[in-house]
């Protein structure tokens, strides 16, 4: 028994780290996973390795182009197309039942808290970026459906590399957290249907940034 909690938390391990590399970019899009190297990169054996080339592969992440061969997974305007037409279904269902369920004080708190968004600052992106992941986590407690909650994670770890492809402009920096304060406010009013019309439309204009910023020559990677 112990081996087989030990080799868990080596593969959990082993995902971790290879899920931040591609994620941050240190390992991009067709870049080889060698089941050999990477375990002795981080120091694993080969069975938790492979159940997290397994993991990753699952995910979308990565790619087993033979039985030997696995590699980083593309990601391309297509793929982001389609990415953010699950997001939309989920997300707006997300807010529908989260307006209906959800704590309409603490959802008029975080309204605020994007109202005094402070881009300007230095740390203001990475504060505004660890609101919005509060929000989410509140969104996910108030819809209370594992289901649901378990599909967006999946999405959302997909979305980080997007982010990183895309630059991050100032406005529509500022435009999101506008978007995110309407929908928040939609929530604590429990307006559904706003909640909803609100993510649709902060989906649309994130969606045309992101090509926007993925087409240009200082977008391209």
Not at 9 to 24: G, H, K, M, P, T
Not at 56 to 71: I, N, Y
Not at 154 to 160: A, D, I, N
Request: proline letters at 3%; glycine letters at 4%; a negative charge.
């Amino acid at each position: 028994m112990s081996t087989t909690v030990e080799s868990l938390r080596a593969s959990d391990r082993a995902y971790a780290v290879l899920l931040d590399e591609i994620q941050s970019g240190i390992l991009p899009a067709g870049a080889v996973l060698a089941e050999v190297e990477q375990a002795a990169r981080l120091g694993v054996s080969r069975t938790p390795m492979r159940e997290a080339l397994r993991r990753l592969a699952a995910e979308g992440l990565a790619v087993q182009q033979s039985p030997r061969v696995t590699v980083v997974a593309d990601l391309d305007a297509d793929d982001i197309r389609s990415l953010f037409e699950i997001r939309r279904a989920l997300e707006e269902t997300s807010a529908r039942l989260a307006a209906m369920r959800g704590d309409a004080v603490l959802f008029r708190e975080l309204a605020d808290e994007f109202a005094r968004v402070d881009l300007d600052r230095p740390e203001g992106r990475d504060a505004y970026y660890a609101l919005i992941a509060r929000f989410d986590a509140a969104l996910d407690a108030a819809v209370g459906n594992d289901y649901l909650s378990s599909a967006l994670r999946t999405v959302r770890t997909h979305l980080v590399r997007v982010r990183r492809m895309a630059r991050d402009k100032p406005e529509r920096l500022a435009a999101s957290a506008g978007e995110h304060h309407l929908i928040a406010r939609a929530l604590a009013s429990r307006d559904a249907e706003l909640a909803a019309h609100a993510t649709h439309v902060h989906l649309h204009n994130a969606l045309d940034s992101i090509l926007e910023s993925l087409e240009s020559p200082e977008g391209t990677r």
